[in-house]
């Protein structure tokens, strides 16, 4: 079968590297993918990354892939990203009669959507903090002020990672609600809000390979957002992950299947638009149980790449099968061990950096399974590889435990090199302070 992955950053080089090792490919390609994947698929010039607030544009990008797709017969594509599922990639692919991976546009509202994924949890029972969604400024802020701090101004619709405000005075809260509604700050992702409840809790991302009807949970995951150690400073899109992510049990696994996961699916099925793809759950355990902090319709970046290294199955028998509604057929298998991936980043990010730095070392991990250096954001130029974006390499290890884990993908970080590297020296710490 011939395989397309859409995406250019870790979490696809991770995807990529998984395929790569099934028997199933014939051959693999990635649009546009990034010097790491460049062994393993062939990388094709097309891109679909425009956000979806510019739909014309994006919707180009889609017809053209499409029209590659249908050329070179892809029995299977997989999304990376969210703004090509929001932007309706997968409606624009199922209408060709190609198999793909990933929610319609209407079920990625999960993720494109707080007010229809709040509205949606409040309408099954699903646990989650308390909210009001607003697009007026006064009524949110006169709700703001009764409410108090601490509490959560979020951009409705997509916003890179910037949607959310964790507010400890009534004065920020007003503030983020007056530069989203009246100030346009976020553009149109920001013209709706919901205020919500401040959650205390231990953070956990978990994983539900979805056909519409049945699913199948991955290794609970941890990431870590912020990007100094000890989760200090701004948000960023990830400085690094771990799993197994103790704080998730079993009990917590199985609670989190029964009384979210299997409500929610259900529910997208009753409104007509069942959910096939990733459902991706960003949860807190609170002392009452586990709630939903958000939904995200696709793979999270970094957690895929400690997910696919910990994960058995054939990834094509896997994703085939939940394009074709069979997954109640599929056994699925994950290693018992530990994963840890290390961002290394540009210095500056997540604000301003440069970029174009000539990256070192990286060739002594080449023909590792354990330790894997997925690609993030790197180019090439006259047969270097260059630092090309905030975040720039994955370093990934697997080891028996974490400990071991962790202690193998920072020796890893220390042979590779380029300036202004910025990397945190304290994933996985949560779980390490357990034991
Ligand atoms: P989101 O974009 O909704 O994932 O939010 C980004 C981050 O803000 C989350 O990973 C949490 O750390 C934090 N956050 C969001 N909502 C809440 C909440 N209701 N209570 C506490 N923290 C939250
Ligand atoms: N790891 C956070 C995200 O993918 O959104």
Partial sequence: ???????????????????????????????????????????????????????????????????????????????????????????????????????????????????????????????????????????????IREQGAPIVVKASGLAAGKGAVVCHSVDQALAAAHDMLDEGTLGGAGHHIVVEEYMVGEEASLFAICDGEHFITLTPAQDH??????????????????????????????????RIIRPVLDEMRRLGTPYQGVLYCGLMCTE????????????????????????????????????DGLLDQVQVECAPDAAVCVILASDGYPQAYEKGFEIRGLEAFADRDDLVVFHAGTAQRNGRVITDGGRVLCVTATDADLQAAVAKAYSAVDQIAFDNAYCRRDIAYRALGRA
């Fill in 1 to 143: 079968m011939n395989v397309l992955v859409v995406g250019k950053g870790g979490r696809e080089h991770a995807l990529v590297w998984k395929l790569a090792q099934s028997q199933r490919i014939d051959k693999l390609y990635v649009a546009p993918g990034n010097p790491g994947m460049a062994s393993l698929a062939e990388c094709v010039d097309i891109r679909v990354d425009t956000p979806v607030a510019k739909r014309e544009k994006l919707a180009g990008e889609i017809d053209r892939l499409v029209a590659f797709a249908q050329e070179q017969q892809i029995g299977l594509t997989v999304v990376g990203p969210d703004d090509a599922l929001a932007g309706g990639i997968v409606d624009r692919f199922r209408a060709s009669g190609l198999a793909i991976f990933g929610p319609t546009e209407a079920a990625a509202r999960i993720e494109s959507s707080k007010v229809f994924a709040k509205e949606l949890m409040e309408r099954v029972g699903v646990p989650t903090a308390r909210h009001q969604s607003f697009t007026d400024s006064q009524t949110a802020c006169a709700y």
């Fill in 225 to 258: 957002k912020p990007i100094y150690d000890g989760d200090k400073g701004p948000n960023t899109g990830g400085m690094g992950a771990y799993a197994p992510a103790p704080v998730m049990t079993p009990a917590l696994v199985r609670e989190a299947e029964e």
């Fill in 288 to 323: 009452a149980g586990v709630k939903v902090v958000e939904f995200n319709a696709r793979f999270g970046d970094p957690e895929c790449q400690i997910l696919m290294p910990l994960l058995k199955t054939d990834l094509v028998d896997l994703l085939t099968a939940a394009c």
